[in-house]
């Protein structure tokens, strides 16, 4: 969610713009709990807290293309 020039939520609304039907899973290791909630009220999909496991990033991957997002 931190980055340079654009957080991550700016992005994924950036993204969500140009494909309104796009999936995100955020990934984040700032304010983790704080920072899921705002991420899920603009239209993510799913977030993990880093580290993550690779495996669950996979299951949630997995999962939101079965239609079972959060």
Known sequence: LKMEDMDG????????????????????GHGCEMAA???LEQGAADYLCKPCDCDELLERVHAIFQGEEK
């Open 37 to 39: 909630k705002d991420g």
């Open 9 to 28: 939520i700016e992005t994924m609304k950036t993204m969500k713009k140009m494909d309104p039907n796009i999936k995100v899973v955020m990934l984040t």
